[in-house]
């Protein structure tokens, strides 16, 4: 009907038209969110580790993002890293992770803002469940010893108060400061979980005024 096909539309028309392909997106969204979320409390997610190239896996998300940023003015960046080269990860999933923090970025970043994807080799020291530090003295050294790949998704948007942090990975949460009515507060925690069944780990870093950083490791090698 919006697109004319069957006849021209008053004003009127075409706003209740509107109203309801919007409505239709979110309860989409809604349904699709708390059926992954069921699936992975239930243990009922099939991991599907194949050798594939991180670079094309990446680039085909935000094909499918760009239109919604240009949308709303914001600008999106990813460029590819040579060095990566094909492992063992879940391509669907992975594109579901860094699709729902993307999607995070997008709400919190007003227009004329910016959002970039980068991935780059990583060394994770596994003893303390934190990413290891690699000085610039010993880079070249521990370039050998990378045991994963960190995504990251960084925006120039609000930034989230200190208070909410501990939480944003919770089931359910919604950072009251964004305005999104069609969220379920689950998409974070979603992610949480797909990058726990890849054996990765993922963790944020924001100053309020001064934009996020989400990041999370995929294992070179998943057990």
Known sequence: L???KVGPLSDRQRQILQDIQANGARLQQFIGDFLGYSALETGN???RFEAADLNACLSEVCSFWLHRFHQKGVALYFLANEK???FLFDNYKVQHIVSNLLDNALKATPASGTVWLNADLHLWDR???KP???TNERRKQASTNFNTVRITVSDTGIGIEPEFQQ???DDFFKVPTVENPASMG???AIARR???AHGGKIWMESQPGSGSKFSFLLPLNPL
Do not use: Y
């Open 84 to 86: 990566l080269k094909p």
């Open 167 to 169: 939480e944003i990975f």
């Open 186 to 188: 689950l998409g974070l």
């Open 194 to 196: 797909l990058v726990q």
């Open 45 to 47: 997610v099939n991991m």
């Open 132 to 134: 290891a530090r690699v």
């Open 2 to 4: 919006l697109s004319g």
């Open 127 to 129: 003893r303390s469940g």
